[in-house]
């Protein structure tokens, strides 16, 4: 097997044991470049997630963009990542901006200096470093001839959609880091408090708070769908099913009660395929 191949490998391997919904989706596309090139950015981007998530190590994010800073001056950078990165280049970033590559390490260092967030606009902010500038290194691999306003549009909602899904349901699990994405000024008027998400104080209050962001997400999927027709049409159904089974996190939060304190809600496989069923365009 030539090393692309095995850089490759790596790169599935990775998005398969860290997403079961976005491996699911992807590992539909037929083009194999396609499908390898979306592996590729999964890796990038979990990686500098990992790096600040699972150690808080600043100077493993320094070098990661030093060697993002190599790679977009045409150095080489000898490691399976920037080595499959360099085949997606060749293959679909001919006069790509590289800043969504940037944005993403810059939403790293500020989970690294984390601020309170103290209202919805700031959440939206954070989530378009993290989140939107993911799909904007994936559109041009999905739509390469599709509008560029357009499809910027619609990385911006999904992103921002699927950003605040993760978010709720990583409630518990982010208070326990000391991270706290709740709008502060939305915890305010719900009167829902930070000692209550300490002791995961499940009460009207918080539904109330829920409920409110949930209902932003959900507006921004609305507006993402709305857009979907900007990829062709393998693309378009593909991108249909990560976001609708991504969205579906949501319900399954709130038919368990709320509970994001005692456990990792997910959508079970079965309504999964449910899913799939219902969203698929026959045309
Ligand atoms: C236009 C377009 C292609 C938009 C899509 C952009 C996109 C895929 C954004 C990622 C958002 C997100 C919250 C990922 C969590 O990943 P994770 O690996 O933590 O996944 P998990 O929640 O399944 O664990």
Same mark, same amino acid.
């Given at each position: 097997?030539?090393?692309?191949?095995?850089?490759?490998?790596?790169?599935?391997? +990775? %998005?398969?044991?860290?997403?079961? !919904?976005?491996?699911? &989706?992807?590992?539909?596309?037929?083009?194999? *470049? =396609?499908?390898? &090139?979306?592996? &590729?950015?999964?890796?990038?981007?979990?990686?500098?997630?990992?790096?600040?998530?699972?150690?808080?190590?600043?100077?493993?994010?320094?070098?990661?963009?030093?060697?993002?800073?190599?790679?977009?001056?045409?150095?080489?950078?000898?490691?399976?990542?920037?080595?499959?990165?360099l085949d997606v280049r060749k293959k679909f970033?001919?006069?790509?901006?590289?800043?969504?590559?940037?944005?993403?390490?810059?939403?790293?260092?500020?989970?690294?200096?984390?601020?309170?967030?103290n209202s919805l606009e700031e959440l939206r902010?954070?989530?378009?470093?993290?989140?939107?500038?993911?799909?904007?290194?994936?559109? $041009?691999?999905?739509? $390469?001839?599709?509008?560029?306003?357009?499809?910027?549009?619609?990385?911006?909602?999904?992103g921002v959609g699927m950003q605040i899904t993760?978010?709720?349901?990583?409630?518990?699990?982010?208070?326990?880091?000391?991270? %706290?994405?709740?709008?502060?000024?939305?915890?305010?008027?719900?009167?829902?408090?930070?000692?209550?998400?300490?002791?995961?104080?499940?009460?009207?209050?918080?539904?109330?708070?829920?409920?409110?962001?949930?209902? !932003?997400? =959900? !507006?921004?999927?609305?507006?993402?769908?709305?857009?979907?027709?900007?990829?062709?049409?393998?693309?378009?159904?593909?991108?249909?099913?990560?976001?609708?089974?991504?969205?579906?996190? %949501?319900?399954? +939060? %709130?038919?368990?009660?709320? *509970?994001?304190?005692?456990? =990792?809600?997910?959508?079970?496989?079965?309504?999964?395929?449910?899913?799939?069923?219902?969203?698929?365009?026959?045309?």
């Open positions: 097997m030539s090393q692309l191949r095995r850089d490759y490998k790596k790169c599935e391997r +990775i %998005i398969k044991k860290n997403s079961k !919904t976005f491996y699911k &989706a992807f590992s539909m596309l037929t083009n194999e *470049d =396609k499908k390898n &090139a979306v592996y &590729a950015v999964y890796a990038y981007c979990r990686y500098a997630d990992d790096i600040i998530d699972q150690s808080n190590d600043l100077a493993a994010l320094n070098q990661l963009k030093k060697e993002l800073d190599d790679f977009v001056r045409n150095e080489e950078v000898n490691n399976f990542i920037f080595r499959a990165l970033y001919q006069d790509f901006d590289f800043k969504p590559f940037y944005d993403m390490l810059e939403g790293q260092y500020m989970d690294l200096n984390f601020k309170p967030i902010n954070y989530a378009t470093k993290v989140a939107s500038s993911v799909g904007m290194m994936l559109t $041009p691999i999905l739509a $390469p001839n599709g509008n560029k306003e357009k499809l910027d549009l619609v990385s911006y909602h999904l993760n978010i709720l349901r990583d409630i518990g699990e982010d208070y326990k880091i000391n991270r %706290i994405y709740l709008p502060s000024d939305l915890m305010s008027k719900y009167n829902y408090k930070i000692s209550d998400l300490a002791i995961g104080l499940i009460n009207d209050d918080f539904m109330n708070l829920f409920n409110e962001i949930a209902f !932003t997400a =959900k !507006t921004h999927y609305r507006i993402a769908l709305e857009n979907m027709d900007v990829f062709p049409k393998e693309e378009r159904q593909i991108l249909t099913y990560a976001l609708v089974l991504y969205r579906e996190i %949501i319900d399954v +939060i %709130i038919e368990n009660g709320y *509970d994001v304190f005692s456990r =990792k809600q997910s959508v079970s496989e079965m309504r999964k395929i449910k899913l799939i069923k219902e969203y698929t365009i026959n045309e």
